[in-house]
């Protein structure tokens, strides 16, 4: 059974780094094309803020371009998102997931000061 496992939130001051993890059990992530990060704030629906596709190419929102990168390491079955010059508006909940079928349990992100 596949799952999801996430790390790495947190609170962090306005201008400060974190890096999220996910890796994936029971499964095997390279045998998936697609990894994403998500995020979700109360009242809104959920957005999607990082893409990965084959091979190696990222997709990034317009809203963390810059500021944000995705990556993976298929031999430890993980990706992560290293979120950079953070803002209050980063204040989520960002959950992972693996082809759109399987996702984290979500993990808390906090900016502030």
């Known amino acids: 059974q596949v799952q999801l496992v996430e790390s790495g939130g947190g609170l962090v001051q306005p201008g400060g780094s974190l890096s999220l993890s996910c890796v994936m059990t029971?499964?095997?992530?390279?045998?998936?094309?697609?990894v994403e990060w998500y995020r979700q704030t109360p009242g809104k629906e959920r957005e999607v803020v990082a893409s990965m596709f084959p091979v190696n190419k990222s997709v990034i929102a317009d809203s963390v371009k810059g500021r944000f990168t995705i990556s993976r390491e298929d031999a430890k079955n993980t990706f992560h998102l290293q979120m950079n010059s953070l803002e209050p508006e980063d204040t989520a909940v960002y959950y992972c997931s693996v082809a759109r079928a399987f996702w984290g349990q979500g993990t808390r992100v906090t900016v502030s000061s």
């Open positions: 029971g499964g095997t992530l390279r045998r998936f094309a697609i």
